[in-house]
C-alpha cells in the first residue's frame, strides 16, 4: 500500500515557475514508478510525466518536454516536477500516481493516487 500527498501547487504569473512534490509514505518507494497527470477544468485528466522505478528513465508529454523536469528522492520518498515557463494552458489540479508497472503509469492505469494540487497560472 502507497499514500502519496500533493504539494507546492499555487497562483504564478505565466513565464513563472513552480516546484511540485509528491511525499509518499508505505514500503518499498523505491520499487515504484511515478509519474504526474493533471486535469483543467472541463478536460479530461492527461499524462504528464513519469519516472522509472530506478530513476534512470523518464518520460515526458509534448507540450512539457523542456519545461519540466521529473525527478525522485528514495531517500525522502519523494517525487518532484520542476515546472519552469508556465503559462495559461498548465493550469489544471496535478496528480502523483505510482505502480509497479511503468506502462500503467504512463497510461493513467496506476494502482496509487494522490488528491492532487491546484496549479493556476494567472497573470
Known amino acids: 500500500q502507497v499514500h502519496l500527498v500533493e504539494s507546492g501547487g499555487g497562483l504564478v504569473q505565466p513565464g513563472g515557475s513552480l516546484r511540485l512534490s509528491c511525499a509518499a509514505s508505505g514500503r518499498a518507494f523505491s520499487s515504484y514508478n511515478m509519474g504526474w497527470f493533471r486535469q483543467a477544468p472541463g478536460k479530461e485528466r492527461e499524462f504528464v510525466a513519469a519516472i522509472s522505478y530506478d530513476g534512470v528513465n523518464t518520460y515526458y508529454a509534448d507540450s512539457v518536454k523542456g519545461r519540466f523536469t521529473i525527478s525522485r528522492d528514495d531517500a525522502k520518498n519523494t517525487v518532484y516536477m520542476q515546472m519552469n515557463k508556465l503559462n495559461t494552458e498548465d493550469t489544471a489540479v496535478y496528480y502523483c500516481?505510482?505502480?509497479?508497472?511503468?506502462?500503467?503509469?504512463?497510461?493513467?492505469?496506476?494502482?496509487?493516487w494522490g488528491q492532487g494540487t491546484q496549479v493556476t497560472i494567472s497573470s
Open positions: 500516481a505510482a505502480d509497479s508497472n511503468s506502462a500503467y503509469v504512463i497510461r493513467g492505469l496506476a494502482n496509487y
